[in-house]
């Protein structure tokens, strides 16, 4: 009997399409597989020569030679040291855009591995060490791998796909522009222009082999604050001759902390505010004429939003007033919030869970920290998901948190980093109407 004689057309049709579908996920989950050493080689290589942000030069260097080897189009010297990868599939389609973002962090590392990082760099004028200790190099070494693999099947790509290596998502050094922003500015979503974009972020609290994600709010906006106490300085056993900027600045702080507990709903969303540092002062019996504070604002909401820049500036400087000092309040807007588009979010977990495993994609909770990947979602439907980097059965509360000295990655599950970009790249052209 000829079945196709008997089976409708569009029966036929359909299940050539999943043949079809079916065979491309295992061509990339194979190719993914046998990538995994070299990820691994490329990450150890990028974690022991870490670059600060707009300086990652030898990085750049590395990422468009490999791009170029596999036969993609490159730009370099995208928003200062950004890459730019065009992979054109065999097929028309949607333009997928997938992003890495480059730079380490100026923390001193302390973790004990054979690819250390011995790096000294300054920084704000200050000399330190350099580590990846968000895991960026993790990022570039998976989106490397991912390059491969859909150049390796680039006859069967639907579409286009667009390789985004951004610099500086810690944030531009003072006085430079940078990131996704500086990225958006100069037209990396345009000429092809980005459908949706897909995003990844290492996580060392979250379970190796395991994926967490959150439709909408999913990361907070950040903003960064400075307050510059002035006072009279005079000499530390008179205290009573001068206005003591120290005291104000310490009044200052706590009465900073109430703005969370006392002015805001949190049950509406979260929030922080956070001072990180406070300088002043240079001798024990000396008290300073002035001193300096910066710190850190997180929300989810425009209101609360709004809320705390104003009630920052009103307690630092009543308080201020009320000691006989002033105080200067500065606040910088940094990133938006990362929000994953809900549509698309719900349309590409099945991917995930076909990677991972539906037992090992999990639905998260908002994090306050913050993504510059947020720039890209506001100007295209954006998916931005966290990959498991704890060793299997650490516990959470053990593991050394991001931007730390002791910050650690199993690179085991480097791999399904890369078949997870890979498959929502090839799935989203697959299913687009």
């Known amino acids: 009997m000829n079945l196709k004689t008997v089976l409708p057309f569009s029966f036929l049709a359909l299940s050539g399409f999943f043949a079809s579908a079916q065979n491309l996920n295992t061509k990339i989950d194979q190719k993914a ?53 065009l992979l054109k599939g065999g097929k028309p389609g949607p333009v997928v855009a997938l992003r890495a973002d480059m730079d380490a962090l100026p923390v001193t590392e302390r973790v004990d591995v054979p690819f250390k990082s011995n790096v000294k760099a300054e920084y704000n004028g200050q000399a330190t060490g350099v580590m990846h200790a968000c895991g960026h190099d993790t990022h570039v070494a998976i989106l490397m791998g991912v390059a491969e693999v859909l150049a390796s099947v680039k006859s069967d790509l639907k579409g286009t796909v667009k390789f985004i290596f951004q ?5 531009a050094p003072e006085g430079e522009e940078g990131g996704a922003k500086l990225m958006v500015k100069e037209g990396v979503l345009e000429n092809p222009k980005v459908d949706a974009i897909f995003g990844l972020h290492i996580n060392s609290q979250t379970e190796v082999n395991t994926i967490a994600y959150k439709p909408g709010a999913t990361m907070a906006a950040v903003d960064f604050f400075s307050i510059d106490v002035k006072g009279k300085q005079t ?41 990180g540092a ?156």
């Open 278 to 433: 406070i300088h002043g002062g240079i001798r024990q019996n000396i008290i300073p004429e002035e001193v300096k504070m910066i710190g850190t604002i997180r929300t989810f909401d425009e209101e609360m939003h709004s809320h705390v820049h104003k009630r920052i500036t009103e307690i630092s400087t009543n308080i201020a007033e009320s000691a006989g000092a002033t105080a200067n309040v500065k606040i910088d807007v940094l990133y938006p919030v990362t929000f994953n588009d809900v549509p698309l979010t719900e349309k590409m977990v099945g991917t995930l869970q076909s990677v991972a495993g539906k037992e090992n994609v999990i639905l998260t909770s908002a994090k306050t920290g913050a993504e510059d990947f947020s720039y890209f979602q506001q100007k295209v439907p954006g998916f931005f998901f966290f990959l498991g980097g704890m060793p299997k059965g650490k516990n959470p509360l053990e593991a050394a948190p991001h931007h730390t000295p002791d910050f650690y990655i199993d690179e085991s599950g480097l791999v399904l980093g890369v078949r997870s970009l890979s498959r929502l790249a090839t799935d989203y052209m697959e299913g687009r109407k």
């Open 33 to 85: 597989k046998s990538l995994e050493s070299k990820v691994v080689e490329w990450r150890r290589d990028f974690h022991q020569n870490p670059e600060l942000g707009n300086r990652e030069f030898k990085t750049a260097e590395k990422i468009a030679a490999h791009l170029k080897q596999l036969g993609i189009e490159v730009q370099t010297g995208v928003a200062h040291t950004g890459i730019v990868g």
């Open 167 to 171: 610099p500086a998502e810690e944030g």
């Open 235 to 275: 000499h530390g056993a008179y205290p009573w001759s001068g206005v003591d900027p120290i005291v104000t600045s310490s009044q200052i702080v706590t009465g900073l902390q109430t703005i969370v507990s006392r002015n805001l709903d949190i049950t509406k969303a979260p929030a922080v505010v956070t001072v």
